[in-house]
């Protein structure tokens, strides 16, 4: 059974590895992530096999024969060493996996020097991103322009309903929600044009609410910046200006600022 086992795990975690599992890497987050993810199945995969092997030669070993429905298994008296391995094993590599998962998500939950804040405002059923710049102008745009390998700090908000704002080649994901402001964090490492997608059904239109993500090189970003009017239109269509939700941007009594808090 040993060698069942060993030739599972031989076999098992490379196969584990080799799937894609998930997208293209575009960002540091998405390469912590990742490797995270590779860490779960190394530590998962000899557990799987263990478990499996045990049960199938349980099942052919001890299975009922013909002429055994009435006989009454082997009394079976407990094994103190074992029971306290398999409790204190499992325990010590649950412990150390999380506290491997929070280094990761707060690492990625760290806001860089040098980081360009982008607001990102969702509405049934559109995105509008935004670029706060001096004298409290902004530049607004539908689609995501990102330089690459620039820290960005998404500040999230929300005019209606609980959205979401997702990138998968950045394997990062946070909820929009009216009334209050969420940041995401997300350096790219990768240029391409991804989509961003709202992963919350905020509707009947929830499948078709999706934006484009360029991300270029960072003289390309900053001559597409150059282009750009300021305090252009809003994409996704003006602010309510009345509500009774607090908080919502553009609401009677709200003073609302489209740059977001500072860091």
């Known amino acids: 059974m040993v060698a069942i086992w060993v030739v599972g795990i031989a076999i098992g975690i490379p196969l584990a590895l080799i799937i894609p599992w998930f997208p293209t890497k575009g960002s540091l987050q998405a390469s912590n992530i990742h490797t995270?993810?590779?860490?779960?199945?190394?530590?998962?995969?000899?557990?799987?096999?263990?478990?499996?092997?045990?049960?199938?030669?349980s099942v052919w070993n001890f299975r009922m024969r013909p002429g055994e429905e009435e006989k009454d298994g082997a009394p079976i008296h407990g094994n103190t060493r074992l029971e306290v391995a398999w409790t204190v094993l499992p325990t010590i590599l649950i412990v150390g996996l999380c506290t491997y998962a929070y280094t990761v998500l707060h690492g990625n939950e760290k806001t860089h020097p040098g980081a360009m804040v982008v607001n990102?405002?969702?509405r049934q059923f559109g995105f509008e991103f935004s670029?706060?710049?001096?004298?409290?102008?902004?530049?607004?745009?539908?689609?995501l322009y990102l330089p690459n390998r620039r820290?960005?700090?998404?500040?999230l908000r929300s005019l209606d309903v609980i959205h979401s704002f997702f990138v998968p080649?950045?394997?990062?994901?946070?909820?929009?929600?009216?009334?209050i402001t969420t940041t995401l964090r997300v350096t790219p490492t990768r240029v391409g044009t991804y989509?961003?997608?709202?992963?919350?059904?905020?509707?009947?239109?929830h499948g078709l609410m999706r934006a484009s993500v360029?991300?270029?090189?960072?003289?390309?970003?900053?001559?597409?910046?150059s282009t750009q009017?300021?305090?252009?239109?809003?994409?996704?269509?003006?602010?309510?200006?009345?509500?009774s939700q607090p908080g919502i941007p553009g609401a009677t009594g709200n003073n609302h600022s489209t740059a977001g808090p500072s860091e």
């Open 120 to 122: 990102v405002t969702e």
């Open 195 to 205: 989509p961003a997608e709202c992963t919350e059904l905020c509707g009947a239109g």
């Open 131 to 143: 670029y706060p710049r001096t004298g409290g102008k902004q530049i607004v745009s539908p689609v």
């Open 229 to 243: 009017k300021l305090d252009g239109a809003p994409p996704v269509g003006n602010p309510p200006t009345q509500s």
């Open 36 to 57: 995270l993810y590779d860490v779960l199945l190394i530590a998962s995969v000899p557990i799987f096999v263990l478990v499996e092997t045990v049960v199938l030669y």
């Open 151 to 155: 820290p960005v700090v998404f500040k």
């Open 169 to 179: 080649q950045f394997s990062e994901k946070l909820d929009a929600v009216p009334g």
């Open 214 to 225: 360029q991300v270029v090189p960072d003289a390309r970003f900053q001559s597409w910046m």
